[in-house]
Structure formats: C-alpha cells, structure tokens
C-alpha cells in the first residue's frame, strides 16, 4: 500500500515538472516575440503591420494635397483659405483655430459692424431724392438689375426667334429673296455695361504696358534716354484725366469715322485712349527703377558670356526687374479702372461710368440705390483684378512681391 501512494506521488511531481518546464518555455517565447516586435500582437501582428503601412500611405496624400491647396491659395492671395486646409488636414487644430479667427472672423465682423452703421447712418441721411437707401434696399436693387438682365436676354432670345420665322416664311414664299439679319438695339443691360467697361480698360491697360515697359527697360538701361525721358514723365504724369478727355475727343473725331465695318465706337477709343494715357506713367516708372536696380555683377556676366542685345534683355534684364514690373503694372491697372469711370462719364461709352450718370441724371426713387450697387461692383472688381494681376506677378517671379 505504501509502495502504491509513493508511486503514484511520484507520477504528480513528473506530470507537474513537465507542464511548469512547458509553461516556462512558452513564456519565454512570447518575451522574445515581444522584444523583437514591441507594437505588434504575435497573432495579429502582420495585419496590423498592413493598417498601419495604409495609413501612413493615406496620411502621406493627405499632406502632399494640403500643401498643393495651401500653395495655390498663397498664389493667388486667399490666404484665409490656409487654416481651413491645414484644419482638414488635422494640423495642429488648435493653431489653425486662432489664425481662422484672425484671417475670416475679424474682418467679418468689421464688416457687419459697417453694414450696421451705415443701415444706422443711412435713415438719417436725406437728399432730394429721399433717403439714402441702406444696405437692404441696395441688395434689392442689385437683384432688380439681375432680373432686367435676364428679362432682356429673353426679349433678346424672343427678337432673333420672330426674325428667322419671319425668314423663314419668305424663302417658303420667294426662294430667291434677299434676307437680311438686324441686330438687337435694346438697352445695354447692367451686365452689359460691366463687360464693357472691363474690354475698355483691359485695352487702354495693354496699350500702356505694351509702351511703358519698353520704353522702362530703356531708361533703366541708358542714363541719357533717362535724362532725355525724364522731364517729359515728370510733366505728364499728373495730368488729371478730365484734361486728357478733350483732347482725345477733339482727336479721335477728325481722325476715325465709324463705318458699317469699324471694329470700334468712338466712346470706346476716347475711354481706351484716355485709360492709357493715365495708366501708363506708373508701369513707366517702375519699370525704369527695377532695371536700373540690376545688380551690376549679372550685367558684366552677359558682357563676358558676350550675350547679345536681345539675350541680354531676355534673360537677364526683364527676369531680374520683373517684381518692379508687376508692381507698376498693378498701380497702372489701379489707376485705369479708376480713370475709367470718369472717361466713360464724359465720352458716353456705355459701361459702368455711362451707368453711373444715367441714374444720376434720371432722378427717380431706385436711382441712388442702384448707383451704390455701382460703387460696390467698381470697388469688388478692383479688388478681382489687383488679384490676377498679384497672382501673375507671384507666377512669374517665383513668389518675389514687393
């Protein structure tokens, strides 16, 4: 009997050697498994370590298309769109919060607080006319100007339709009949005169860069075309353009006659030709200072490399003064879109200046709300086109602003 107990006590300790020797051997298994491999489950391990190579994958797109964004926005001057992408892109949010508020809350309540001020200011204010209309009454007018636009395109629409049937009828009548297409001579519409107004001054602001950048590069090249150019600049460049006017009129009237077949009205070419006039001395000016402010070192490597006149001004020249250039190319569009409106006033050419005094001149109770739709658009495409012209200068001079 005693044999039987110490045998079967035996057998307890060797069963139970056994499974601590195996116990021990599996954990020192999964340590090893462990220190190799710190952040990975020994089961799920290679799953694991997929999701986590996606992820970085998505993440690394995700960056690469937030700074493609955030590059394009600083192109083009909105810069309150950065926080915005940096926020979608989950970068440091509570960074991109504070420069949110500082580049779109700010200047959005300081432009709720004038819109109350001037509604405040507006029922105080009374003309001939009545009150001056507030910032409701405006929008509404700008709505009234958009709906007559869309009713003349219908009546526009409506003219065409009636003239080829009316055709249409008399060659089914006479095959041989002579048809003859007239134009739509209804009233320019708002839109209309914007685009008008927009072709005029782009055409006068040509003109003057396609002079006074040439015309630049030679005064900042040569001191004596400089001295020689200099009083002349200095004399024009204050004219006002209510000066100019006369006497593009006087000008253009004994020397261009409208014909069936002109490309252009007089009012055009007066507004255009005064636009130019005036915008011209600012890109002049510019021009003339970036080229002259050349570092001497690129000049004397184009004498050495022998570069000709042409390559010389192409490759050198133009591309080291081109910030200046787009500097006196932004004032002069400034200052044609302004010239614009007077130009137009006086020479009738139907854009917003002709608008502007229609309304004045009409008298009736809708005409001081729409003249204050009128300013604001003058003042948002000035700001539109002093953007274009920035982004072009940031574009061609690889970020260079002055």
Same mark, same amino acid.
């Given at each position: ?13 060797? *069963? ?24 990975? &489950? ?35 001057? !909105? ?20 420069? *949110?508020?500082? +580049? ?6 300081? !432009? ?104 630049? +590069? ?76 050349? &570092? ?7 004498? +050495?490399?022998?570069?000709?006149? !042409? ?17 006196? *190319? ?24 002709? !608008? ?47």
């Amino acid at each position: 009997m005693g044999n039987i107990s110490g045998r079967i006590f035996l057998e307890k300790v060797f *069963l139970t050697g056994i499974f601590l020797a195996i116990t021990n051997m599996s954990m020192k298994t999964n340590t090893l498994y462990k220190d190799e491999n710190p952040n990975r &489950d020994p089961v799920s391990g290679p799953v694991a370590q997929k999701v986590e190579i996606l992820a970085t994958k998505k993440s690394g797109e995700k960056i690469a298309l937030s700074t493609k964004i955030v590059n394009i926005l600083e192109l083009t001057g !909105f810069t309150w769109g950065i926080p915005i992408t940096k926020l979608c892109a989950g970068e440091d949010p509570r960074e991109q919060i504070r420069q *949110l508020g500082k +580049v779109m809350v700010i200047p959005i309540f300081a !432009f709720i607080l004038f819109l109350l001020m001037w509604d405040w200011a507006a029922g105080k204010a009374h003309t001939s006319l009545g009150d001056i209309p507030g910032p409701a009454a405006v929008w509404s007018e700008a709505r009234g100007l958009l709906d007559n636009h869309y009713k003349e395109r219908e009546k526009e629409a409506e003219f065409y339709q009636r003239q080829k049937e009316r055709n249409a009828k008399a060659l089914a009548a006479d095959p041989n009949v002579k048809i003859t297409m007239r134009s739509y001579t209804g009233k320019p519409t708002f839109l209309d005169q914007i685009t008008t107004s927009l072709w005029t001054v782009f055409t006068g602001f040509i003109l003057a860069a396609m002079i006074a950048v040439p015309l630049g +590069v030679l005064c900042g090249l040569s001191s004596t075309v400089n001295t020689a150019l200099n009083p002349l600049i200095q004399i024009f460049k204050p004219i006002s353009p209510l000066a100019w006017l006369p006497i593009v009129t006087l000008v253009i009237s004994a020397t261009y006659e409208v014909t069936a077949n002109s490309w252009f009205e007089k009012a055009f070419l007066i507004s255009a030709i005064t636009v130019m006039l005036c915008s011209l001395w600012p890109a002049l000016i510019n021009t003339a200072v970036g080229v002259a402010s050349i &570092d001497k070192d690129l000049m004397n490597v184009s004498r +050495v490399l022998q570069l000709g006149w !042409f390559r010389t001004i192409s490759k050198i020249v133009i591309p080291s003064a081109l910030p200046l250039i787009f500097t006196g *190319l932004r004032l002069s569009l400034g200052v044609g879109w302004m010239v614009l409106i007077a130009s137009e006033m006086l020479a009738q050419n139907p854009g917003l200046g002709k !608008f502007i005094w229609d309304e004045f001149q009409n008298g009736s109770s809708h005409s001081q709300g729409r003249i204050l739709v009128a300013v604001f658009t003058i003042g948002i495409i000035g700001f539109m086109l002093d953007r274009i012209i920035m982004t072009l200068q940031k574009f061609f001079s690889f970020g260079k602003t002055l």
